[in-house]
Protein backbone atom coordinates (compact mmCIF):
# COMPACT_ATOMS: atom_id res chain seq x y z
CA UNK A 1 0.00 0.00 0.00
CA UNK A 2 1.25 3.73 -0.90
CA UNK A 3 -0.19 6.89 -1.96
CA UNK A 4 0.11 8.94 -5.05
CA UNK A 5 1.69 11.63 -2.87
CA UNK A 6 4.46 9.65 -1.42
CA UNK A 7 5.30 8.17 -5.05
CA UNK A 8 5.65 11.44 -6.41
CA UNK A 9 7.62 13.08 -2.91
CA UNK A 10 9.77 10.39 -3.04
CA UNK A 11 10.71 10.85 -6.93
CA UNK A 12 11.43 14.26 -6.24
CA UNK A 13 14.02 13.56 -3.56
CA UNK A 14 17.46 14.20 -4.02
CA UNK A 15 18.40 11.25 -1.21
CA UNK A 16 15.98 8.47 0.82
CA UNK A 17 16.93 7.37 4.08
CA UNK A 18 15.85 3.63 4.57
CA UNK A 19 16.53 0.63 7.21
CA UNK A 20 17.55 -1.49 4.57
CA UNK A 21 18.44 -0.67 1.20
CA UNK A 22 17.63 -4.21 -0.32
CA UNK A 23 14.15 -4.05 0.73
CA UNK A 24 13.30 -0.06 -0.05
CA UNK A 25 14.78 -1.05 -3.52
CA UNK A 26 12.60 -3.54 -4.31
CA UNK A 27 9.44 -0.96 -3.47
CA UNK A 28 11.44 1.86 -5.91
CA UNK A 29 12.25 -0.73 -8.51
CA UNK A 30 8.21 -1.82 -8.67
CA UNK A 31 7.79 1.92 -9.48
CA UNK A 32 10.39 2.92 -11.01
CA UNK A 33 11.71 4.96 -9.00
CA UNK A 34 15.98 5.71 -9.38
CA UNK A 35 16.80 7.80 -6.14
CA UNK A 36 20.15 7.72 -3.95
CA UNK A 37 19.44 5.26 -1.28
CA UNK A 38 20.96 6.03 1.79
CA UNK A 39 21.44 3.43 5.42
CA UNK A 40 19.50 4.96 7.92
CA UNK A 41 19.18 2.92 10.83
CA UNK A 42 19.35 2.53 14.80
CA UNK A 43 22.85 1.32 14.90
CA UNK A 44 24.17 4.26 12.48
CA UNK A 45 21.64 7.53 12.83
CA UNK A 46 23.53 9.11 15.37
CA UNK A 47 26.33 8.86 12.93
CA UNK A 48 24.86 10.43 9.95
CA UNK A 49 22.96 12.81 11.48
CA UNK A 50 25.17 15.04 10.92
CA UNK A 51 25.57 14.69 7.22
CA UNK A 52 22.01 14.35 6.82
CA UNK A 53 21.61 17.94 8.34
CA UNK A 54 23.96 19.64 6.27
CA UNK A 55 21.93 18.28 3.15
CA UNK A 56 19.29 19.61 4.40
CA UNK A 57 20.15 23.02 5.19
CA UNK A 58 21.73 22.84 1.57
CA UNK A 59 17.84 23.00 0.48
CA UNK A 60 18.26 19.26 -1.06
CA UNK A 61 15.00 17.21 -0.28
CA UNK A 62 15.54 14.14 1.64
CA UNK A 63 12.83 11.27 2.25
CA UNK A 64 13.11 8.74 5.40
CA UNK A 65 11.14 5.38 4.92
CA UNK A 66 11.18 1.97 7.44
CA UNK A 67 10.87 -1.36 6.62
CA UNK A 68 7.73 -1.69 7.93
CA UNK A 69 5.60 0.67 9.84
CA UNK A 70 5.84 4.69 10.15
CA UNK A 71 9.75 6.10 10.93
CA UNK A 72 9.81 7.44 14.79
CA UNK A 73 6.80 4.84 15.75
CA UNK A 74 8.88 2.19 17.38
CA UNK A 75 11.43 2.59 14.56
CA UNK A 76 14.23 4.86 13.72
CA UNK A 77 14.01 8.92 13.25
CA UNK A 78 12.84 10.69 16.42
CA UNK A 79 16.39 11.28 16.59
CA UNK A 80 16.55 13.11 13.21
CA UNK A 81 13.19 15.27 13.77
CA UNK A 82 14.73 16.09 17.21
CA UNK A 83 17.52 17.78 15.34
CA UNK A 84 15.60 19.03 12.72
CA UNK A 85 12.81 20.88 15.44
CA UNK A 86 15.95 22.41 17.19
CA UNK A 87 17.67 23.43 13.54
CA UNK A 88 14.12 25.08 12.78
CA UNK A 89 14.32 22.75 9.65
CA UNK A 90 10.74 22.16 7.97
CA UNK A 91 9.91 18.50 8.18
CA UNK A 92 6.68 17.49 6.63
CA UNK A 93 4.37 13.55 7.32
CA UNK A 94 3.68 11.22 4.30
CA UNK A 95 1.22 8.97 5.64
CA UNK A 96 1.06 5.57 4.31
CA UNK A 97 0.28 1.76 5.48
CA UNK A 98 0.43 1.97 9.23
CA UNK A 99 -0.64 -1.76 10.67
CA UNK A 100 -1.46 0.69 13.94
CA UNK A 101 -4.77 2.20 12.38
CA UNK A 102 -5.13 -0.71 9.98
CA UNK A 103 -5.74 -3.22 12.67
CA UNK A 104 -7.78 -1.39 15.29
CA UNK A 105 -10.08 0.00 12.39
CA UNK A 106 -10.93 -3.95 12.37
CA UNK A 107 -10.64 -4.95 15.66
CA UNK A 108 -14.00 -4.54 16.67
CA UNK A 109 -12.95 -2.56 19.73
CA UNK A 110 -13.73 0.69 21.21
CA UNK A 111 -12.72 3.70 19.87
CA UNK A 112 -10.51 4.59 22.63
CA UNK A 113 -6.89 2.93 22.72
CA UNK A 114 -3.40 3.64 23.80
CA UNK A 115 -0.43 2.95 21.49
CA UNK A 116 2.43 0.95 23.42
CA UNK A 117 4.70 -0.30 21.20
CA UNK A 118 7.48 -3.08 21.70
CA UNK A 119 7.39 -4.72 25.25
CA UNK A 120 10.04 -5.52 27.66
CA UNK A 121 11.81 -8.93 26.72
CA UNK A 122 12.73 -9.83 30.29
CA UNK A 123 10.07 -11.66 32.62
CA UNK A 124 10.62 -9.08 35.46
CA UNK A 125 10.28 -5.62 33.08
CA UNK A 126 7.53 -7.09 31.63
CA UNK A 127 5.66 -7.91 34.64
CA UNK A 128 5.98 -4.44 35.85
CA UNK A 129 4.70 -2.71 32.66
CA UNK A 130 1.91 -4.67 32.74
CA UNK A 131 1.10 -4.19 36.03
CA UNK A 132 0.73 -0.75 35.90
CA UNK A 133 -0.75 -0.49 32.17
CA UNK A 134 -4.02 -3.19 33.63
CA UNK A 135 -5.45 -0.30 35.42
CA UNK A 136 -5.78 1.77 32.77
CA UNK A 137 -9.58 1.56 30.48
CA UNK A 138 -8.12 1.66 27.41
CA UNK A 139 -7.56 -0.76 24.87
CA UNK A 140 -3.90 -1.19 24.10
CA UNK A 141 -1.41 -1.51 21.09
CA UNK A 142 1.36 -3.18 21.04
CA UNK A 143 3.82 -4.49 18.91
CA UNK A 144 5.50 -8.02 19.22
CA UNK A 145 8.28 -10.49 17.36
CA UNK A 146 6.01 -13.14 15.98
CA UNK A 147 9.04 -15.73 17.55
CA UNK A 148 8.21 -14.38 21.61
CA UNK A 149 4.64 -14.68 20.91
CA UNK A 150 3.96 -17.59 23.39
CA UNK A 151 5.68 -15.44 25.76
CA UNK A 152 3.99 -12.68 25.74
CA UNK A 153 0.50 -14.35 25.78
CA UNK A 154 1.28 -15.86 29.18
CA UNK A 155 1.38 -12.65 30.70
CA UNK A 156 -1.48 -11.27 29.13
CA UNK A 157 -3.04 -14.38 30.54
CA UNK A 158 -2.26 -13.22 33.74
CA UNK A 159 -3.11 -9.39 33.50
CA UNK A 160 -5.70 -8.90 31.41
CA UNK A 161 -7.25 -12.55 31.17
CA UNK A 162 -11.70 -10.59 31.14
CA UNK A 163 -10.43 -9.24 28.14
CA UNK A 164 -10.11 -9.82 24.36
CA UNK A 165 -7.20 -10.17 22.28
CA UNK A 166 -6.54 -9.23 18.35
CA UNK A 167 -3.82 -10.36 16.66
CA UNK A 168 -2.82 -9.02 13.19
CA UNK A 169 -0.03 -10.41 11.37
CA UNK A 170 1.87 -9.06 8.77
CA UNK A 171 -0.42 -6.15 8.04
CA UNK A 172 -1.18 -5.24 4.35
CA UNK A 173 1.26 -7.91 3.28
CA UNK A 174 1.02 -10.82 1.04
CA UNK A 175 0.35 -13.13 4.52
CA UNK A 176 -1.41 -10.88 5.97
CA UNK A 177 -3.78 -13.30 8.93
CA UNK A 178 -5.49 -12.35 11.62
CA UNK A 179 -6.62 -13.78 14.81
CA UNK A 180 -9.36 -13.27 17.44
CA UNK A 181 -9.96 -14.51 20.89
CA UNK A 182 -11.29 -14.25 24.68
CA UNK A 183 -7.73 -14.44 26.31
CA UNK A 184 -8.78 -16.09 28.88
CA UNK A 185 -9.44 -19.04 26.15
CA UNK A 186 -6.48 -18.40 24.19
CA UNK A 187 -4.35 -21.27 23.46
CA UNK A 188 -0.35 -20.98 22.77
CA UNK A 189 0.36 -21.28 19.42
CA UNK A 190 2.17 -24.76 18.60
CA UNK A 191 3.45 -23.66 15.31
CA UNK A 192 5.78 -20.30 15.44
CA UNK A 193 4.41 -17.70 13.64
CA UNK A 194 6.83 -15.34 11.61
CA UNK A 195 6.57 -12.34 10.66
CA UNK A 196 5.14 -8.51 12.07
CA UNK A 197 2.80 -8.54 14.74
CA UNK A 198 0.61 -6.26 15.94
CA UNK A 199 -1.25 -7.46 18.91
CA UNK A 200 -4.57 -5.13 20.55
CA UNK A 201 -5.64 -6.17 23.88
CA UNK A 202 -9.48 -4.96 24.02
CA UNK A 203 -10.43 -2.31 27.29
CA UNK A 204 -11.53 -3.84 30.76
CA UNK A 205 -14.93 -5.02 30.78
CA UNK A 206 -16.78 -3.23 33.54
CA UNK A 207 -18.42 -5.44 35.10
CA UNK A 208 -22.25 -4.22 36.18
CA UNK A 209 -23.19 -4.24 39.99
CA UNK A 210 -26.22 -6.01 40.97
CA UNK A 211 -28.71 -3.87 42.82
CA UNK A 212 -31.01 -5.12 45.70
CA UNK A 213 -34.02 -3.14 44.38
CA UNK A 214 -36.01 -3.54 47.32
CA UNK A 215 -33.26 -2.87 49.75
CA UNK A 216 -32.91 0.38 47.66
CA UNK A 217 -36.95 1.18 48.72
CA UNK A 218 -36.52 0.45 52.36
CA UNK A 219 -33.25 2.96 53.09
CA UNK A 220 -35.26 5.41 50.90
CA UNK A 221 -38.56 5.25 53.29
CA UNK A 222 -36.39 4.84 56.00
CA UNK A 223 -33.97 8.08 55.25
CA UNK A 224 -37.50 10.17 53.98
CA UNK A 225 -38.82 10.55 57.07
CA UNK A 226 -35.41 12.48 58.49
CA UNK A 227 -34.12 14.11 55.11
CA UNK A 228 -34.91 16.25 51.95
CA UNK A 229 -35.70 13.70 49.19
CA UNK A 230 -32.15 15.50 47.53
CA UNK A 231 -30.23 14.32 50.34
CA UNK A 232 -31.40 10.95 50.24
CA UNK A 233 -30.87 10.61 46.22
CA UNK A 234 -27.45 11.51 47.25
CA UNK A 235 -26.45 9.93 50.06
CA UNK A 236 -27.76 6.19 48.63
CA UNK A 237 -26.20 7.32 45.31
CA UNK A 238 -22.86 7.40 47.25
CA UNK A 239 -23.66 4.50 49.63
CA UNK A 240 -24.46 2.11 47.03
CA UNK A 241 -22.38 3.37 44.29
CA UNK A 242 -25.37 3.78 42.14
CA UNK A 243 -26.59 6.07 39.59
CA UNK A 244 -29.17 9.03 41.01
Do not use: W
Not at 4 to 9: D, E, F, G, N, V
Not at 135 to 150: G, Q, R, S
Amino acid sequence: DITIRALKILKNSDLILCEDTRHTMKLLNNYNIKNKLVSYHKFNEKKVSHNIIKYLKEGKILSLVSDAGTPTLSDPGLLLVKECIEKKINIYPVPGASSITASYSISGFEDQFMYYGFLPKKEKELNNVLSKIQKNDFAIIFFIPAVKINFYLESFKKYFSDRKIFIAREMTKIHETFYRENLEDVELFKTPLKGELTVIISKKKIKKQLVDNFDIKNQAKKYLKKYSLKDVVELISKKEKIAK
